[in-house]
């Protein structure tokens, strides 16, 4: 069967699921009727390249021709964003691909890159006009020929105490970088980074000697390197492994490291090729290979049985998207978003390093027997850069949903005047719903909406209630339904979202039920972790006037909606009987119903904090080729507070009179400061005592941080298993001030009360 016939009978025949971030599944729709590009160029052959000579090398097969073409064709006509085959985006790709390959510059040398610039341009056309993609499996076979050299030099590496003793500095980021000018450059590059491995790894042992001394002040330090040595003895001697010194375990990891690579299936390497090609038209769209596409699915689900946590592919680095509530992490609590796994193992065996690894194999390593124990190396993404490497070890399990569900506790304030005001507080860590239960009939389904409205009537059923806040802090999203029915909760019926597909069609997402639970004080707190869904609800709150917005200076920005379409079925159809696997591909754009998109910009706050996660390198902005920012007409809906921008005016004057003069705040801001100083650095210190100097001084400040945000605030409060949150307790001053506002000055006297009790 001729290839050819791929590109136009594409007949639209897939059941394409929308999905909102990483929640539920929610229609089905047909992909749009457009052509293949604006513009084509005719494509030309590049001249023969230089076979590898030596390892694993890989060769185009018919099938990865089908998939290649496949998927040139349905992103071009399908994608909400069109790319024409313009030499510019093919150059686009080639630098897309290289850096996926090798986002640090390490292993491919200019003359190298040069050589394939030459050719850039034959990328694409060759891509669109019949799935040639020799030129990139070319490049893969060099990379997978420069990963042997590395792990040759680390084999045959020494090193004295003198050499950990020097003025030298390692430029751990080389992202805009030039490329090493040839292999001698880069041999000093890989001395220095092997060098800073061998500290990191040094730097860990010092760490857990520090803490086992702690443990026994009696202990001395030489007697916690003994009982480290002898706990790494019995482990090891379960997996026949012998203890290793530091640049034995490196040897050993970047050995696993290259076998990872060389053992690549060839659909997996296509894989790396096309999710660059998918770059050019925005981050969230992607080809997913058949085990790429069983993890998607099961994520989805919500049944995988390993830690409970979404991984993205960003710089060579697996990074924590999203941790799943309920999840083995979530429940752990020391594994966060923005954290970068740098190495995996199992149970007691070595650990593998990860950084370069395809996702699939990642993914793959940490996924395991429910029961079963995993070790994270990672490096923690509030500390940036310069973190230390810090393992965790997670026993896996499957996601508790009852620990994923909206919690609601009742709170008192105590007003100016004296009075003690119920505040009901709502944490909802996703928008979830049970779609099975509820197209099977069943009345009693579990939903985000069902849940929040339980704990609102059971707040009004204590007494009075007197201000709701709803927690969306660090909630990745779910369901766009969910967040169109809990908005309900809070107004009459109305536009929540609308929703602009690649044809320019938009559609509104409306509230049909006129009720509304609760129709007083209302605050929604958000972060730069908050999107999606809760970007939705967090706008309609804030565009109907609703309520207040705090939190970060934005939300994460993510205004896209995703399609997947089965790449199998449709081969099959004409005629080829392999897997295939599927792309992912953003169809259709989130409005707010003020007609600005929650793309990029996301939702801002009416109040902001000063806040760690605000220094973060999270957020769409920070992706690679984001959709921009843009806005529609918007549709009609009411206004139940008018005067609620000069109310929020107000209360952000008092809320930031509070911040500056609380001691707390005081050392968050002066912590924050520090970070934001060193933010930029590009290089560190390849002096081992430094380094040791360095990481007491910033283990201070992330002490500090657990104590302001994360630990007991007190004994008693420990005993009452609370704990202390600093921008929940200014929320609710927030919400104080608001409802003093709301009241005016006479209805307050009129409620103040003599006798001040909690509310159980």
């Known amino acids: 069967m001729k290839l050819k016939r791929l590109i136009f009978p594409l007949l639209s025949i897939f059941f394409l699921t929308l999905l909102v971030s990483t929640g539920f599944a929610l229609t089905r729709q047909a992909p749009p009727r457009t052509q293949l590009y604006a513009s084509s160029i005719p494509a030309k052959r590049p001249a023969a390249l230089k076979k590898v000579p030596r390892g694993k090398t890989f060769e185009q097969t018919e099938e990865m021709r089908a998939i290649a073409q496949l998927t040139s064709a349905m992103l071009s006509r399908q994608h909400y964003a069109k790319r024409d085959i313009t030499p510019a985006n093919s150059r686009k790709l080639f630098d897309f691909y290289l850096k996926t390959l090798d986002p640090l510059k390490l292993y491919f040398t200019k003359d190298q890159v040069d050589l394939w610039r030459t050719r850039q341009d034959y990328l694409l056309p060759a891509l669109a006009s019949n799935g040639d993609i020799t030129l990139a499996l070319a490049i893969f076979n060099k990379y997978l020929q420069n990963l042997e050299e590395y792990e040759e030099f680390v084999k045959k590496a020494t090193f004295t105490e003198a050499d950990f003793k020097t003025d030298a500095v390692y430029q751990f980021d080389r992202l805009k970088s030039d490329w090493p000018e040839n292999k001698k450059e880069r041999t000093l590059i890989w001395r220095k980074k092997l060098t800073n491995d061998l500290i990191s790894i040094m730097l860990q042992d010092r760490i857990k000697a520090e803490e086992l001394k702690k443990e026994n002040k009696s202990v001395s330090t030489g007697a916690a390197f003994d009982r480290i040595k002898a706990e790494k003895q019995k482990n090891e001697d379960k997996t026949g492994s012998a203890v290793k010194p530091p640049i034995e375990r490196i040897r050993k990891r970047v050995e696993q490291f290259v076998q990872f690579n060389k053992k690549m299936e060839p659909i997996e390497a296509l894989e790396l090729y096309l999710n660059s090609f998918a770059r050019l038209f925005d981050p969230h769209t992607s080809y997913m290979a058949p085990r790429s596409e069983e993890d998607f699915n099961i994520n989805m689900q919500l049944s995988l049985v390993g830690i409970g ?166 909630n990745g999203g779910g369901s766009l339904q969910e967040a169109v029915t809990l908005t309900g909760l809070f107004i009459k019926e109305g536009p929540v979202v609308q929703i602009r597909d690649a044809s320019g069609r938009v559609v509104p997402y409306k509230d049909e039920d006129p009720s509304i639970e609760y129709a007083g004080p209302l605050i929604v707190m958000t972060n730069r972790l908050s999107a999606s869904a809760s970007e939705i609800f967090a706008g309609a709150i804030k565009d109907y006037k609703r309520g207040i917005l705090v939190g970060d200076k934005k939300t994460h920005g993510k205004g896209t909606v995703q399609t997947v379409a089965d790449l199998t079925s449709y081969l099959h159809y004409i005629g080829y009987d392999f897997p295939a696997g599927s792309i992912k591909l953003t169809n259709a754009k989130f409005y707010r119903i003020n007609g600005a998109s929650t793309q990029l910009k996301g939702v801002t706050p009416d109040i902001a904090f000063p806040t760690f996660t605000d220094t973060m390198e ?42 500056a003069a609380s001691p707390e705040f005081a050392m968050l801001k002066r912590d924050i400061a520090y970070l934001m100083k060193n933010k930029d650095k590009k290089t560190i210190s390849l002096n081992l005592e430094q380094r040791w100097k360095e990481y007491l001084r910033e283990k201070d400040i992330y002490d500090e941080q657990a104590k302001l945000l994360h630990l007991d605030s007190s004994e008693k409060d420990k005993k009452k298993n609370t704990k202390k949150d600093l921008y929940l307790d200014e929320t609710l001053n927030i919400m104080r001030d608001y409802i003093s506002l709301k009241r005016g000055p006479r209805q307050q006297e009129r409620r103040t009360i003599a006798v001040h009790q909690p509310v159980p």
């Open 309 to 474: 946590a979404v991984l993205t592919s960003e710089d060579g680095y697996t990074k924590i998207v999203q941790i799943i509530p309920g999840g083995p992490a979530d429940l752990d609590k020391r594994l966060k978003a923005e954290d970068r796994i740098i190495a995996v193992a199992q149970e007691n065996a070595d650990p593998v390093d990860v950084i370069d690894m395809p996702l699939s194999k990642v993914v793959s390593m940490i996924r395991g027997e429910a029961g079963t124990k995993v070790r994270l190396t990672i490096l923690e993404g509030v500390k940036g850069a310069k973190a230390l490497p810090v393992t965790i070890e997670i026993t896996r399990n499957k996601v508790e949903l009852k620990e994923s569900e909206a919690k609601g506790k009742l709170l008192t304030v105590k007003a100016e005047n004296g009075e003690m005001l119920n505040i009901g507080v709502i944490t909802l860590p996703s928008f979830y719903a049970d779609f099975h239960a509820a197209s099977s009939g069943d009345r009693n389904y579990k939903s985000s909406t069902r849940d929040v409205r339980k704990i609102l009537r059971d707040f009004k059923k204590k007494g009075k209630l007197d201000g709701v806040v709803i927690d969306l802090r660090s």
């Open 618 to 659: 999270t957020g769409e902005e920070k992706l690679d080729n984001p959709m921009p920012w843009d806005e529609i007409s918007p549709v009609a809906h009411a206004q139940y507070d008018p005067n609620i921008c000069a109310v929020a005016s107000e209360l952000r004057r008092k809320s930031d009179a509070r911040v």
